[in-house]
């Protein structure tokens, strides 16, 4: 296929185009800068601006744009940030795609496994209702502008990610920092469940869903969830570091502020649409997640 990928320099997106590129894949990149290779495009999505005429022939799309939520604090300015770049991102490359000779045949949206908010100890599948705090509000109105795409005939593929285990970046980056340090433990009450997904697991799963015929959301995490004291104390063996000092509510609340109200909150997501649709994972648990993050 030859696929357009925004958010190429992110965490995944990186990933992803050597991935689709080591599968044979044609990748071609959009940069906010000017161009310096043959397989960019440049392109201002807060501008709305992407010239259809420069992307070619588009069999598919991976759409990955959006500010971290994590990476700063929830303070009233960057929750804007959080939300325009995700909407600015997406619709101008659904308005791109749509102004092309012939449509591409899928568009994979990147989106998040907080569309369902704090779910306690219920099971979460793609049928599961929204939740109703910022980040599900956010996944709402994020996958809502896709909505011209699959009006216009384009398949899309909606990648509900959760927690990514990578040993650099995100969440785990963070952990594995604290664990190697020996400060490891449990965050909050540590009742909270976690769905978290391995970095190769994530990449197999978006190019799963690109050359298969998956449309609407899908949840990528690992099909078996854990709680995080049952998270940490399986990094920590894996590690062999301990695991024994939690980390309160209120100092994560102090460091994270709003943000912490994620880090707390309890999501059991499963992948039902990805193992309906024959999917396999190389890491479906928490063994062989944490075993894989202390091996990377």
């Known amino acids: 296929m030859r696929v357009v990928v925004s958010g190429a320099s992110g965490l995944i997106g990186r990933h992803l185009v050597a991935h689709l590129r080591g599968a044979g894949h044609e990748v071609v990149t959009l940069v906010r800068r000017p161009v310096r290779e043959a397989h960019e495009v440049s392109w201002d999505p807060a501008r709305g601006q992407l010239d259809p005429r420069a992307l070619g022939q588009v069999d598919g799309a991976v759409n990955l744009s959006g500010a971290g939520v994590g990476d700063h604090r929830w303070t009233r300015e960057y929750k804007r940030t959080i939300l325009s770049s ?96 020996g400060l490891g433990g449990p965050l909050g009450s540590g009742r909270q469940w976690w769905s978290p997904i391995t970095m190769p697991d994530e990449l197999a799963a978006l190019e799963f869903l690109l050359t298969q015929p998956v449309s609407g959301p899908a949840n990528l995490v690992c099909p078996e969830p854990a709680t ?48 309906e649709h024959g999917f396999t994972f190389r890491h479906p648990d928490v063994p062989s997640v944490t075993g894989w993050l202390a091996r990377a």
């Open 228 to 275: 995080n004291t049952a998270l940490t104390t399986a990094l920590g063996a894996a590690m062999h570091r301990p695991s024994l000092l939690p980390a309160p509510a209120f100092a994560l609340e102090l460091v994270l502020g709003e943000f912490a109200g994620q880090v707390l909150a309890s999501q059991r997501v499963v992948p039902a649409v990805l193992l």
């Open 86 to 181: 995700r909407l600015d991102s997406t619709s101008t490359l659904v308005g791109a795609l749509l102004r092309l000779e012939e449509a591409p045949q899928v568009l994979v949206n990147a989106s998040a496994i907080g569309a369902y908010g704090d779910g306690g100890a219920d099971v979460l599948t793609e049928d599961s209702p929204r939740g109703d705090d910022f980040l599900a509000d956010v996944v709402a109105r994020w996958e809502g502008a896709t909505e011209p795409a699959s009006a216009a005939g384009i398949r899309v593929a909606l990648a509900r990610t959760g927690l990514l285990a990578n040993p650099v970046g995100g969440a785990f980056g963070q952990l594995l920092t604290l664990f190697k340090l």
